[in-house]
């Protein structure tokens, strides 16, 4: 049973970078995409980009320019480092595995089959 | 940037009713890779339907969707206590390459 848990500081102070780990059990982190995606207090879902197991990466272009991902496959783990963050970035994070599925039709569809709990990161002086 | 709007905000129903919940894109959704996500509160979000109308794992069969290009729906065929939370649509393909709608919530009427 595949299962991600994410993990860092609940409070990051205004203009500091947020650092969040997620851990993988129950699977390798080989060979999937693994994503960010947060969520605002009462709001709905924003994807924040995606990690593959080879490094690349593919960003929201709204937080692109503060945003880092990477992975650690001897860990099983990736990670995300948003910078300058501000109270807009105060919110749910979720880590998910991004799954691609083949359809009839020849095509391929792309959703997120395992989900962490979600980790609440405030940002706050 | 594609934009996913969701129809009805909310959705008052009572158990055993038929909910029909609208997903529409502001351009066609790449081969067709529309999912549906299940979320109650304090809960992750929970893949219901992949491919605009493949169920995931597990996923009862009162849960269907279908669609093609800029219009989606989900069909829960009758509600059972614990289909009440809301729910999302998400597409994959165009920049960013995953958005989710902004959900509908399906409460007891």
């Known amino acids: 049973q595949v299962q991600l848990q994410e993990s860092g500081p609940g409070l990051v102070k205004p203009s500091e970078t947020l650092s969040l780990t997620c851990t993988v059990s129950g699977a390798s982190i080989s060979s999937y995409h693994w994503s960010w995606i947060r969520q605002p207090a009462g709001k709905g879902l924003e994807w924040i980009g995606r990690v593959y197991t080879s490094g690349s990466t593919n960003y929201n272009p709204s937080l692109k320019s503060r945003v880092t991902m990477s992975v650690d496959s001897s860990k099983n783990q990736f990670s995300l480092k948003l910078s300058s963050v501000t109270a807009a970035d105060t919110a749910l994070y979720y880590c998910a595995r991004d799954s691609v599925d083949w359809l009839p039709t020849g095509e391929f569809s792309r959703s997120f089959d395992y989900w962490g709990q979600g980790t609440l990161v405030t940002v706050s002086s | 940037e594609i934009v996913l709007t969701q129809s009805p905000g909310t959705l008052s129903l009572s158990p055993g009713d038929r909910a029909t919940l609208s997903c529409r894109a502001s351009?066609?959704?790449?081969?067709?890779?529309l999912a549906w996500y299940q979320q109650k509160p304090g809960q992750a979000p929970r893949l219901l339907i992949y491919?605009?109308?493949s169920r995931a794992t597990g996923i009862p069969d009162r849960f269907s969707g279908s669609g093609s290009g800029t219009d989606f729906t989900l069909t829960i065929s009758r509600l059972e206590p614990e289909d009440f939370a809301v729910y999302y649509c998400q597409q994959f393909g165009a920049s960013p390459l995953f958005t989710f709608g902004p959900g509908t919530k399906v409460d007891i009427k």
């Open positions: 351009q066609s959704v790449s081969g067709n890779s």
């Open positions: 491919g605009a109308s």
